[in-house]
């Protein structure tokens, strides 16, 4: 079982940045493959990016040139900066983790409770 704590929402003007961070309880293969989603409000669930242990990145066409996923391998932690942020961004991200299945399939094992960012125009 892993235990991922993310960090880091707030509330940001359109055009700001902020960081977040996940904290995994464990380093192996249920955390060779990380991530994040986010959902607003009456929408679905969606992948933001995910990263590989190995370094390879996925990022979802709506994000990429604005938000960069990376993790710190040493110390179970999983980042994502995110700049030029929009209105659209705004929602609960959620950390997730799974094996390299999830870095393929898109589909985590774990998820982390969330963290809320909000953004005003």
């Known amino acids: 079982q892993v235990q991922l704590v993310e960090s880091g929402g707030g509330s940001v003007h359109a055009g700001g940045s902020l960081r977040l961070s996940c904290a995994a309880s464990?380093?192996?293969?249920?955390?060779?493959?990380m991530g994040w989603f986010r959902q607003a409000p009456a929408k679905e669930r969606e992948g933001v990016a995910r990263?590989?242990?190995?370094?390879?990145?996925i990022y979802a066409d709506s994000v990429k040139g604005r938000f960069t996923v990376s993790r710190d391998n040493a110390n179970n932690t999983l980042y994502l900066q995110m700049n030029n942020l929009k209105p659209e961004d705004a929602g609960m991200y959620f950390c997730?983790?799974?094996?390299?299945?999830?870095?393929?399939?898109?589909?985590?094992?774990?998820w982390g409770q969330g963290t809320q960012v909000a953004v005003s125009s």
């Open positions: 464990s380093n192996n293969a249920d955390t060779y493959c």
């Open positions: 990263t590989s242990r190995d370094g390879t990145t």
């Open positions: 997730a983790a799974g094996t390299h299945t999830y870095c393929s399939t898109n589909r985590p094992t774990y």
